[in-house]
């Protein structure tokens, strides 16, 4: 973190005024005003879910006068949203608190916060370790966060000195089965309620949630612990939020669940809605959405009528997100997935039957504890089998707290570990290579995203020279144009040169070179949409 402008509240602190150091009460009102227009940044790390949360905490933080930053330096308040999936993804967060000591040396001010899976797992041991962290908000107290950001702003403006050290955790309730199982008798359902919908590029897709937390304790995983019990939001809710981002210009709905199709919910008069019913009620209920997707899936109990609406409806992506894990029964039985690999493939065929044209991708953990080279090209075998569009591979890291870290010693050596990611890796891409192959000289519908991360920008003059695609491509003669990615309905990474100005539209690439990772195409038109 280097030296940056100096905040523009910090200059409003009033010198000489010593109020109390509560976080409410005794609070001078001129510094619950300036902590109001304060300047926020906030990092993400993780999973959509995260993403979504990101987006909700920012939407109410900014409703309530706050400005939302890109520069750290210029910020008065630093969260954090992040993840524990994977001991990494805690890693990188360790290193920005490390750089933010500094920060907080320049800034007095300055308030930093932890919120998410990380602060849930490792509770107050973080100030401990980091003690200029001031605040932890578990994810599945996060309605809680306004009000401790503005309160902590306002006392830190107030005394730079003041120690504050506020936490917002959920601790043992996190971990306990489904103890809140309906999302109207949940505070944290206001968060998602209060939403607020921003028109402009990011607003053509957008995350919804369905059911928050997770039931399942899969011997490996940490969510059940750090998101606690599944949620499930009242149908009502769901379809409101999605007519209004509709409403706002998406395009696209994803909706959120850590097992998504484990969705339930039961109406007054008894009705019981289940996760393929919600589908159809907000495909019918608001027609404006041109792609209707779901993630992330879980393997056990997959009804055939969810499959039957994804068919159906034609608005419902046909992309499945189902992560296998392991192709060895043995690995299955210890991570507890409540499958087999035989049950696993049984599915994917099922789906593939009904829905011929399918896109799924997959998970994979290598070197979870006790795998041995046989229990390896089983995984390898599965990729090759189910045909999956994409793998998110990992290699195992013991999460501490789950049964997995309690019960099985983490024996599988890092280079095996690495050895065999890299293997999965491998087999992945060929079976990805191979099918986007049968993809060259069909013309594919894309939602542009915006400016592709690895895309160098040139003027249309030089893409003209040297791309025929370029030149035939509708943008006006000098307009600079740049390396844009977007999605298929089936999930593909799509790259092509465009106008920047496509992003958030929905337009039609002919695809003319493919990688394992990617297509690429050129624009042959659009909606316009
Ligand atoms: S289903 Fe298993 S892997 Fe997925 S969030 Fe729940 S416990 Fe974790």
């Not at 005394?159 to 089965?177: E, F, I, K, S």
């Not at 919804?208 to 949620?231: H, L």
Request: proline share 7%; net charge positive; charged share 25%.
């Amino acid at each position: 973190m280097g030296s940056g402008p100096r905040p523009l509240i910090a200059a409003r602190v009033m010198p000489g005024c010593r109020p109390r150091r509560i976080l409410t009460r005794g609070l001078a009102p001129a510094y619950i005003r300036l902590a109001m227009r304060g300047r926020l940044f906030l990092e993400t790390f993780g999973c959509q879910m995260n993403v979504l949360d990101s987006q909700l905490v920012a939407g109410r933080l900014r409703a309530c006068g706050f400005e939302i930053v890109d520069d750290p330096d210029s910020a008065d308040v630093i969260l954090y949203n992040t993840c524990s999936v994977r001991d990494h993804a805690e890693q990188k967060v360790w290193s920005r608190l490390g750089e933010l000591q500094d920060a907080r040396k320049r800034r007095p001010h300055l308030v930093i916060g932890v919120i998410g899976c990380m602060a849930e797992r490792q509770g107050t041991a973080m100030f401990h370790k980091y003690p200029h962290v001031d605040l932890l908000c578990g994810p599945a107290e996060l309605d809680k966060l306004p009000a401790m950001v503005c309160n902590a702003l306002a006392t830190r403006l107030a005394d730079p000195a003041a120690a504050l050290r506020q936490t917002a955790l959920a601790g043992p309730r996190a971990g306990r089965n489904a103890a809140v199982p309906w999302g109207d008798s949940d505070a944290l359902e206001t968060l998602d309620l209060s939403r607020s919908v921003v028109r402009g590029d990011d607003a053509a897709r957008a995350y919804v949630r369905v059911t928050r937390g997770c039931n399942k304790f899969c011997s490996y995983c940490i969510v059940p612990y750090t998101r606690g019990p599944e949620v499930h939001r009242p149908p009502a809710n769901i379809i409101a939020e999605v007519r209004k981002l509709a409403d706002g210009g998406a395009l696209e709905i994803t909706l959120l669940g850590q097992t998504v199709n484990h969705y339930f919910w039961k109406e007054p008069d008894g009705r019981a809605v289940r996760f393929a019913d919600l589908l159809y009620m907000i495909h019918e209920a608001v027609p404006s959405v041109r792609r209707l997707r779901f993630v992330t899936s879980y393997p056990r109990d997959f009804g055939e009528d969810v499959l039957a609406v994804m068919r159906d409806c034609p608005r419902i992506c046909r992309y499945l997100h189902l992560p296998a894990q392991s192709g060895s029964d043995r690995m299955l039985r210890l991570m507890r997935r409540g499958y087999t690999a035989a049950q696993y493939v049984e599915l994917i065929d099922r789906a593939r039957e009904m829905l011929p044209d399918v896109s799924i991708a997959s998970d994979f953990i290598a070197g979870f504890p006790g795998e041995t080279e046989d229990d390896h090209r089983l995984s390898m075998d599965l990729i090759r089998r189910c045909r999956f569009k994409n793998s998110f591979i990992f290699k195992y890291s013991p999460r501490p707290g789950t049964a997995a870290a309690r019960e099985y010693p983490d024996d599988v050596p890092v280079e095996v570990k690495r050895r065999r990611n890299n293997e999965l890796l491998a087999v992945q891409q060929e079976v990805a290579l191979e099918l986007n192959r049968a993809m060259v000289g069909q013309t594919v519908e894309v939602m542009v995203e915006g400016p592709s991360p690895v895309g160098a920008r040139r003027s249309a003059a030089d893409a003209a020279d040297d791309a025929p695609a370029a030149a035939a491509a509708p943008w006006r003669p000098g307009k600079e144009i740049c390396q844009l990615s977007g999605r298929t309905r089936g999930d593909q990474i799509v790259c092509f040169d465009g106008d920047p100005s496509l992003a958030g539209r929905i337009v039609n690439v002919a695809i003319i070179e493919v990688s394992p990772l990617a297509l690429r195409g050129r624009l042959v038109g659009g909606d316009g949409v």
